[in-house]
């Protein structure tokens, strides 16, 4: 149960370790927590390409064979029977009845950042102005119609790569998600 940290962010956040700014300064200025910023530059210092790789590469360090398989570890030391079981004991600790409505939740607020609004509008813009619809823009994308809808009412934000190819397939300049809201 992760908080994604958005691409423009991890952007921007490099772009002042190359300026040589202390983590506070950079979790300020990025307008990130200070533990996402210290983490996103120890993934810098160690010259991975993203925390994912990162997390990877300490899972098989520890001798697990991928991050999940770790995950589920720690989870069965935890007296549980698997990952699910764990995230849903979180969700019930945090109020919540499930993890559906945990994460549905999470995607109401989501819903509610600039950087998602933005985006969904401009999705839902492109597809009125291109005559085409979700399932369109799922297949041409490479995603599952679920995620395209995702998406599209702004809860989630795909990764970097996947943004890049939804900007080329809607017509628009790739540009990072603050470039969007600037303009």
Known sequence: MFKKTPAGKIKLMRKLYDEFLSVAEISRRAGVSHPTAWRY???IERGFES????????AKKKGFESYQKYREHLAKKKGFESCSEYNKHLAKKKGF????????????KR??????????GLIKR??????K??????????????????YTQGKSIPNEERLEKLFSVLGVPYRTLEDLLEN
Do not use: F, M
């Open 111 to 120: 819903q509610k950042r600039p950087e998602n609004k933005a985006l969904s």
């Open 41 to 43: 530059t120890e993934v």
């Open 133 to 150: 619809s979700q399932s369109w823009l799922s297949w041409q994308v490479d995603v599952s119609k679920q995620s395209a809808s995702i």
């Open 97 to 108: 009845k499930s993890c559906a409505e945990y994460n549905e939740h999470w995607a109401k």
């Open 126 to 131: 492109r597809l009125k102005e291109l005559g």
């Open 51 to 58: 925390y994912q790789k990162y997390r990877e590469h300490l």
